[in-house]
Each structure stands twice: as structure tokens, then as C-alpha cells.
């Protein structure tokens, strides 16, 4: 079946280092990718996505390119603020699959 | 973008009451709707899928007596969780999808249940 794999948080970085974020996944079909971000006390919000192979969803300096080769849409940036600190959601849906399927979130802890 | 919006954000409650959380989209239809909760250390889990006119398709595990859920139209649903317990005190978000194409959701900024 589909699922979605992200790399073990805390991820804890000071402000202006690069982040990577690693997420893999298995599916079916030719599903989209996604990547959500849910802030302290929030709901979650789309930060950017990627509907096909070698597509690069981008967004407020975040960046996930769509590879299919290696099943991969990792998530980056070049330099992090404290701001970004946060629960970040990769996930896929579309394709044969009906519903959102997250992985288990992996948690920024950005220091100044 | 669209709007996801949930209320209450935070409600506290005796053990054995029932508590009503709605879902509403703002600026679009969603004929579907999606409700989660979320457990401490942020894992989301699926409860249901909430169908505009008809039953709810819940997740295996979830009890469906326990969490009511209702579509009555095209902009609202609701989660009403029954006789609550302690155990039930969670983050529920629910979510509205957009583009069956691409699956994507819209999310509502959660409520925070807290069952005393």
C-alpha cells in the first residue's frame, strides 16, 4: 500500500543553517507530494507541493523536488530562521489513492 | 486561498458530556471532508471521511457511536464526541479537500478538547 516515511525529529539547527528534512515514500499510481507545516497551537497549512516526476514545489524559501527514481521528496532550505520552527508533514495523495497519507511529522527546533 | 474554518478552538468539558466541534469551508463546496486527531508528539491520525448526504467512512478502530459525525451540506460538518472520558482530550482537525485530482487539503486551525 502507499506510506509515507520521514526522517526521527527534533531536528535542531541554529538560525541561518540549511535544513534537509528527508521523506521517502511507496505508492501506486503517480501520486502528488506534499509537504505541510503546523506552527505551535495550529492546524496544518500546505507549504508547498508537487503534482509529477521532477516537479520542485517551492515556497517562503522551502524547496522539495519530486523524484520519483528515488521515491524521494525532501524538503530544504537554504537558511533557516527561528520562525520556521514547527511540525513539518510530508504526505501524498492523488493517483490511486483517496485520502492524504501523512508521515509521522518531524518536529524544527530553530535557536538564535 | 480557500478557508478551513473550526470552532471551538478549545473546549473544556465534564466526563460523561458531549461536545460538538463544526467544520466549515468558507469560500468553497466541499463535498468532502476529512476529520483527525491528533496525539501528543504530533502524529495525525485518520478518524473518518465525511461525505456531504451520506454515512461517514470511518477508520478501522474508531468507534463510530463515539464520534458522531455529520454533513449536513455542502459547506458544514460536525464531530460530536459522545459521553466523553479523559481519554478522549485530543487536538481534533478536520480538513477539506479541494482537488480530488491531487488530494490536497485544507485544514482547519483545530480544536483542542479537554475532558475533565
Known amino acids: 500500500g502507499n506510506s509515507v516515511t520521514q526522517m526521527e525529529g527534533p531536528v535542531t539547527l541554529s538560525e541561518e543553517a540549511f535544513l534537509t528534512i528527508n521523506c521517502t515514500y511507496t505508492?501506486?499510481?503517480?501520486?502528488?507530494l506534499f509537504w505541510y507545516v503546523q506552527y505551535p497551537g495550529e492546524g496544518l497549512q500546505l507549504l508547498l507541493k508537487a503534482t509529477k516526476a521532477d516537479d520542485k514545489g517551492s515556497n517562503k524559501g522551502f524547496e522539495a523536488t519530486y523524484r520519483k527514481e528515488t521515491t524521494s521528496f525532501h524538503l530544504e532550505k537554504g537558511s533557516v530562521q527561528v520562525s520556521d520552527s514547527a511540525v513539518y508533514f510530508c504526505?501524498?495523495?492523488?493517483?490511486?489513492?483517496?485520502?492524504?497519507?501523512f508521515g509521522t511529522g518531524t518536529r524544527l527546533q530553530v535557536f538564535p | 486561498g480557500a478557508v478551513v474554518s473550526q470552532h471551538p478552538s478549545r473546549v473544556i468539558c465534564k466526563s460523561g458530556t458531549s461536545v460538538k466541534i463544526e467544520c466549515r469551508s468558507l469560500d468553497f463546496q466541499a463535498t468532502t471532508m476529512f476529520w483527525y486527531r491528533q496525539f501528543p508528539k504530533k502524529s495525525l491520525m485518520l478518524m473518518a471521511t465525511s461525505n456531504e448526504g451520506s454515512k461517514a467512512t470511518y477508520e478501522q478502530g474508531v468507534e463510530k457511536d463515539k464520534f458522531l459525525i455529520n454533513h449536513a451540506s455542502l459547506t458544514l460538518s460536525t464531530l460530536t464526541v459522545t459521553s466523553a472520558h479523559p481519554e478522549d482530550s485530543s487536538f481534533y482537525i478536520c480538513?477539506?479537500?479541494?482537488?480530488?485530482?491531487?488530494?490536497?487539503?485544507?485544514f482547519g486551525e483545530g480544536s483542542r478538547l479537554t475532558v475533565l
Open positions: 480538513s477539506a479537500r479541494i482537488d480530488r485530482g491531487t488530494g490536497e487539503l485544507f
Open positions: 504526505a501524498l495523495g492523488g493517483g490511486h489513492t483517496d485520502k492524504l497519507i
Open positions: 505508492a501506486t499510481g503517480y501520486p502528488s
